[in-house]
């Protein structure tokens, strides 16, 4: 049980600073190349562990596999954390993070059509509450000093698309393990980005500097290669219940980094909501199946 808390404790931290890391190297890299990336260096992280996985299970990869990778690499990286990056830019850092954690909320919903899931009256109050909570903080009507409406739409669209993401990946998920899915759909959705990078003349390692490759390494490496791997192992030593407690925590969290690193304000509307989102996603995880084996 030390060791699932520890693995929690790590993914939740470091999923928890993306956000203001990637506000600050926003600033000198492009939004696409940044999101290339961090998911290119992050899944060739995860991939040892992903080949070991396939071995285990004794599955060799064909064309309808890397099919599937690839519509799970292009809703997850194309679409999902290209627009989450634009959302990080054009709104505040914690913002960003507490609308995105409501992505679990729509996996529901998608999981609901694609993987044959019921969507229970727990699920359903529980919707209702997090996307309330999601109304507070858009606060439409009177949007706070550094708010911007845009990249609250930003970070919206990507917890869809995510939600989309995470939804058709549980069909395979079973499969593969949830780290060789994770692994290849990343390393296949950046190359795609990337290939899109050189279409349109973006750049790919230009813009990387002595500056801000400390932050470069750390979003990569540590954030979407640790942080990911820890959240599985978490997943594998208990159930995917109880590793789900690293997007409880990261509502809270996120914006405490984001004011202790960037000197962000939170206003009342923002506590509102992530109040009322974290009472989602507890409703959502419930209290008696947190502590049983998967």
Known sequence: MKNVLL???????????????????????DPFQM?????????????PFALKELKRRNIKLCKEDYTYFMI????????????????????????????????????????????GEKITAKKGIALIISLVGLIF?????NMASGENFKGILFSLTSAVFFGLYSAYGKRRIGKYSGIAQTSISFIIGSLILM???LFIGRPVISGITIDNIVLVIYVS?????????????AMEKSNAVFASL??????????????LILSESITWNVIIGILLILIGSYITLGTGKLLEKG
Do not use: D
């Open 7 to 29: 693995y929690i404790i790590i993914s939740a931290v470091f999923f928890s600073t993306m956000e203001v890391v990637l506000k600050i190297a926003a600033s000198g890299l």
């Open 35 to 47: 999101t290339f990336t961090r998911f290119f260096w992050g899944g060739l992280v995860l991939f």
């Open 72 to 115: 799970l690499g292009i809703l997850g990286i194309l679409f999902s954390m290209t627009f989450f990056q634009f959302g990080v830019i054009y709104t505040k850092a914690s913002t960003a993070a507490v609308v995105f954690c409501i992505n679990p909320m729509f996996t529901m919903l998608f999981a609901h059509f694609i993987a």
């Open 137 to 141: 903080i858009m606060n439409p009507f």
């Open 195 to 197: 290939c899109m990078l």
């Open 221 to 233: 490496i540590f954030v979407t290669g640790i942080g990911y791997f820890a959240y599985f192992m």
């Open 246 to 259: 690293v997007f409880f925590v990261k509502p809270a969290l996120a914006p405490i980094f984001a004011v």
